[in-house]
């Protein structure tokens, strides 16, 4: 088992809970939990049985953004800024690209890289509690983390430029207004809410799932006649597996299929 100094690991059955635990810190970001992060959803892309991944930040907030007093953080030259910011958004990408499905569980403030970390999940469950905000811009910061990509496939142009020339705080009801959020529930169910979700989402047919989020992801980019032969292309890898034979047989038998990523 993998030991981390600014996550925590937990795991029942299919769906695992990454917990971001800088609490003192509204869980903020600094470069050991930048690179652990990293490593933690490479975790979950690899391991066959994690089907579902819960992100969530201890102590009552979601991630507060990079830890700006974390001298790691901030380097002393626009070089060695640049070659920071390689490094942050390859953490970024491993979110992006990670096959399994993921579910931000938001409570308190996500804010900055903290937001674009719930973005970047596929699901968002959020408490009324929760807020938002895209506050690069009050820092004096461009937008990072994959928010920019991340905001403009989410919400239409001008309503993700407000977010983010603003960089006002928005809460909960208004993120879901905006079509932000998956689930939007009280304090006391929002553990319940997402747990659900996930074990519904854990219950599916593995590959057959993680095909599906890869479409929909490059969806945006591909032409028709792309996403047509990808979809063909995934149709016919799962055609002959088992857990579609189990699917049909369950169908057809009127009971609850049983699937094991085969």
């Known amino acids: 088992m993998q030991d981390y100094e600014t996550l925590i690991w937990e795991q029942s059955d299919h769906v695992a809970t990454l917990t971001l635990n ?15 992060l990293r490593a933690a959803f490479e975790r979950a892309a690899d391991d066959p049985d994690v089907r579902c991944l819960i992100v969530t930040g201890a102590g009552g907030a979601f991630c507060s953004g990079a830890d700006l007093g974390d001298p790691a953080n901030v380097p002393s030259s626009p070089l060695e800024m640049k070659d920071r910011m390689r490094s942050i958004h390859e953490v970024a990408r ?9 579910i931000a569980k938001v409570t308190g403030v996500a804010a900055g890289a903290g937001c ?37 496939r989410s919400l239409p142009l001008h309503k993700a430029k407000e977010l983010a020339l603003l960089g006002n705080t928005i809460t909960a009801e208004e993120a879901d ?17 997402a747990g659900e ?20 992801n490059r969806g ?43």
């Not at 800088?22 to 652990?36: C, H, L, T, V």
């Not at 079509?179 to 319940?192: K, M, W």
């Not at 979700?197 to 929909?216: D, F, G, H, Q, Y």
């Not at 591909?222 to 169908?251: I, K, M, N, P, Y």
């Open 22 to 36: 800088r609490p003192d810190k509204k869980n903020a970001m600094s470069q050991i939990m930048f690179g652990e």
């Open 94 to 102: 491993s979110i992006f690209d990670c096959p399994k499905p993921t």
């Open 116 to 152: 674009n970390l719930a973005l970047a999940c596929d699901l968002v469950v959020a408490s009324r509690s929760a807020s938002f905000a895209e506050l690069f811009v009050k820092r004096g910061l461009v937008v990072d983390f994959g928010g920019s990509w991340a905001l403009t």
């Open 177 to 193: 207004r905006l079509g932000l959020l998956n689930r939007l529930c009280s304090d006391d169910e929002v553990d319940r809410v």
């Open 197 to 216: 979700l996930a074990r519904e989402v854990a219950a599916l047919p593995p590959r057959t799932v993680e095909l599906i989020k890869s479409n929909l």
């Open 220 to 262: 945006t980019e591909r032409s028709l006649a792309e996403s047509l032969e990808a979809e063909g292309s995934g149709q016919a890898l799962v055609f002959g597996s088992a857990d579609t034979q189990e699917a049909v047989a369950a169908w057809l038998a009127k009971r609850d299929p049983h699937f094991t990523g085969r």
